[in-house]
């Protein structure tokens, strides 16, 4: 069971597990979403970009994100709602191979009793095995509060 809205504090960290983003999952999500551009799918001409080879999508990173945090069992069966994803930054690119994992900060807590919960927002930032912030941003959530 996840945490309860009574349960998050502010500057609560948690850190999540590393994963390996393969050439597969690349492959995979162009075909899910349809974007097929060549900076993810054309090893040949990647070499001629100014990165030098192909980068796994944005919105993949943000997914394997999305399921790292999901992962660490803090929002499992406790979340109401996922609300929005707020000053999201692509700041590094990610490539087969990278090994990325979440850190996971509470910056603000809000109580709405009137919905049984509250609102969390959780400071995303997705680093690779270099210790790099490719990715960064914010989640609202929506938690429940504990049973009476």
Sequence with gaps: MGLYFEEFFF????????????????????????????????????KTTPIGQRIAHGLLVA????????????LEGTVLVFR????????????????VHVELEVTETKAMP???GGAVIILLQVKNQKDEVCQRGALNVLMKSRPT
């Design 11 to 46: 500057g609560q960290k948690v850190t999540t597990v590393g994963r390996t983003v393969t050439e597969s999952d690349i492959v995979a999500f162009a075909g899910l979403s349809g974007d097929f551009n060549q900076i993810h799918t054309d090893a040949e001409y990647s």
């Design 63 to 74: 997914s394997i994100a999305s399921g790292l945090a999901n992962q660490t069992r803090i």
């Design 84 to 99: 929005e994803i707020t000053e999201w930054r692509f700041v590094k690119p990610v490539f087969i191979g990278d090994t």
């Design 114 to 116: 009137r919905i049984g």
